[in-house]
């Protein structure tokens, strides 16, 4: 793959048992194509893990999107996620003079 002319830092998020977008196959070699990209696989989620939570409603009607395998927290991916991208800028950036 060729790389990219970006030389911003980059956070890629995969889940390890993504089996829409592998990680070996999409997100690994993305990765090594970006200047300054790291890669954070999380174990056990899937790619769906990924879309909010639903409602009882929103899950009986797209289940395939609203299930996820035993012991994965949603809500807790998304706080995780979310508390890592501000730390990630921080290392990454150069501080404001």
């Known amino acids: 793959m060729k790389r990219a002319g970006n ?13 829409r977008a592998a990680p070996g196959a999409n ?6 194509a970006i200047p300054n990209a790291k890669l954070d696989i999380l174990r056990k989620f899937t790619h769906y893990s990924f879309p909010p939570s639903r409602n009882e409603k929103g899950k009986q009607y797209v289940k395939a999107v ?17 508390a890592r991208a501000p730390e990630f800028f921080t290392r990454t950036l150069p501080a404001s003079p």
């Open 27 to 32: 997100a690994q070699p993305i990765t090594k």
């Open 7 to 19: 030389t911003a830092p980059a956070p890629i998020v995969v889940g390890s048992d993504d089996d």
């Open 66 to 82: 609203c299930t996820d395998p035993a012991g994965v927290d949603r809500d807790a991916l998304h706080q995780q996620v979310t």
